[in-house]
């Protein structure tokens, strides 16, 4: 009436991993089948399962050659290279970093570079004046400006006194008999007068310098200086966008070159990898190409050479092959 065939599975008999139970029972009502059926599968933990994780095994076991077409290119690529073992995922992985990076280092390069086109430096920088200088030279001539008037005030002081003295002498000379000792002090008088006036103007003139022209200089001063500054600074400026232009340059070819070592390590892995087929290979791009053209541009027939191979390649020793829908064959 009913039963079951039980089937363990393990490396060996002593260690099974799961029991997997087929249980049958012959049907009683009528107009249903002779029997119904029932699929159990134990773990050695006790879990259960069903045909679910049948399925499972048998998809890792084999492949659906004619599934293997539908996919798209990037899954071909991908089932391929796991089942020959290639694993360039760190690769792809150090490759797209060191493409980003370079990507914006090569883009800050193209802004310094056109920044360092626009900038414009005179070759030689015109000389700076020192208007501290200058102004000093101004405050010595109105000094020497100032002790000349003097001078002359003085002069002209000293020369309405001795003509003041002059006429006291004349006035004391009428009246020399009885002023003599007036005229004798104002002869003295007169005379030092006369020696300081003849000292005053025996004295050489102060040269003043051009107030007017030195003025005009410290004017000029400004924009010169304002010129130096700013040819100066135009120089530094471009200096330092050159030396970043240079260091971005020289980052970009290093990564660069990086990205070429990474490239040649993933075509060094790929060209190790033993192949189902010959002429079968993995393109940069992750997908599946076959005689030097993508999978998705072969013929009918080839398509499926490749995919039988692949599939065959799956597990040789099993020899089996999963096909759903035979009827695309």
């Given at each position: 009436?009913?039963g079951?065939?039980?089937?363990l599975?393990g490396?060996?008999?002593?260690h099974?991993?799961?029991?997997?139970?087929?249980?049958?029972?012959?049907s009683t009502?009528?107009?249903?089948?002779?029997?119904?059926?029932?699929?159990?599968?134990k773990?050695?933990?006790?879990?259960t399962?069903?045909?679910?994780?049948?399925?499972?095994w048998?998809?890792?076991?084999?492949m659906?050659p004619?599934a293997?077409?539908?996919?798209?290119p990037?899954q071909?690529?991908?089932?391929?290279?796991?089942?020959?073992?290639?694993?360039?995922?760190?690769i792809?992985?150090?490759r797209?970093?060191t493409?980003?990076?370079r990507?914006d280092?090569?883009?800050?390069?193209?802004q310094?570079?056109?920044?360092l086109a626009g900038?414009?430096?005179?070759?030689e920088?015109p000389?700076a004046v020192?208007?501290?200088?200058?102004?000093e030279?101004?405050?010595?001539?109105?000094l020497?400006?100032?002790a000349?008037?003097?001078?002359?005030t003085?002069?002209n002081?000293q020369?309405?006194e001795f003509?003041n003295?002059?006429?006291?002498?004349?006035?004391i000379?009428e009246k020399?008999?009885?002023?003599?000792?007036d005229l004798?002090?104002?002869?003295?008088?007169?005379?030092?007068?006369?020696l300081a006036l003849?000292?005053?103007?025996?004295?050489?003139?102060?040269?003043v310098p051009?107030?007017?022209?030195?003025?005009a200089?410290?004017?000029?001063a400004?924009?010169?200086n304002?010129?130096h500054?700013?040819?100066k600074?135009a120089?530094a400026?471009?200096?330092e966008?050159?030396d970043?232009?240079?260091a971005k340059?020289t980052?970009?070819?290093a990564?660069?070159a990086?990205?070429?070592?990474?490239d040649?390590q993933k075509?060094?892995?790929i060209a190790?990898?033993?192949?189902?087929?010959?002429?079968?290979?993995?393109?940069e791009d992750g997908?599946?190409?076959y005689?030097?053209?993508?999978?998705?541009q072969?013929?009918s027939?080839e398509?499926?050479q490749?995919s039988l191979?692949?599939?065959m390649?799956?597990n040789?020793r099993l020899r089996?092959?999963h096909?759903?829908d035979g009827?695309?064959l």
């Amino acid at each position: 009436e009913e039963g079951f065939v039980s089937v363990l599975v393990g490396p060996d008999a002593e260690h099974p991993e799961y029991r997997v139970t087929r249980y049958f029972k012959r049907s009683t009502k009528e107009g249903e089948k002779p029997y119904t059926t029932r699929l159990v599968v134990k773990d050695k933990e006790g879990l259960t399962g069903g045909q679910a994780l049948l399925n499972g095994w048998l998809g890792s076991i084999t492949m659906d050659p004619m599934a293997f077409l539908g996919m798209k290119p990037a899954q071909q690529g991908e089932t391929l290279r796991k089942m020959v073992g290639l694993d360039t995922s760190e690769i792809d992985r150090k490759r797209a970093a060191t493409f980003e990076t370079r990507r914006d280092v090569n883009r800050d390069l193209k802004q310094l570079e056109g920044e360092l086109a626009g900038l414009v430096a005179p070759e030689e920088i015109p000389e700076a004046v020192d208007v501290d200088a200058l102004l000093e030279e101004a405050r010595l001539a109105r000094l020497q400006e100032a002790a000349e008037a003097d001078r002359k005030t003085q002069i002209n002081w000293q020369r309405s006194e001795f003509d003041n003295l002059k006429a006291t002498v004349a006035a004391i000379e009428e009246k020399i008999r009885r002023l003599r000792d007036d005229l004798d002090d104002a002869q003295e008088a007169a005379t030092s007068a006369e020696l300081a006036l003849q000292e005053l103007e025996a004295k050489p003139a102060i040269e003043v310098p051009d107030l007017d022209a030195i003025a005009a200089r410290i004017a000029s001063a400004s924009a010169a200086n304002r010129a130096h500054d700013a040819a100066k600074a135009a120089q530094a400026r471009r200096a330092e966008v050159k030396d970043k232009v240079e260091a971005k340059s020289t980052e970009s070819n290093a990564l660069t070159a990086g990205i070429e070592r990474l490239d040649g390590q993933k075509a060094k892995a790929i060209a190790a990898c033993k192949m189902p087929l010959k002429g079968l290979a993995i393109g940069e791009d992750g997908s599946v190409s076959y005689r030097g053209k993508p999978l998705s541009q072969a013929s009918s027939a080839e398509a499926i050479q490749v995919s039988l191979a692949i599939a065959m390649a799956q597990n040789p020793r099993l020899r089996v092959i999963h096909i759903r829908d035979g009827s695309l064959l």
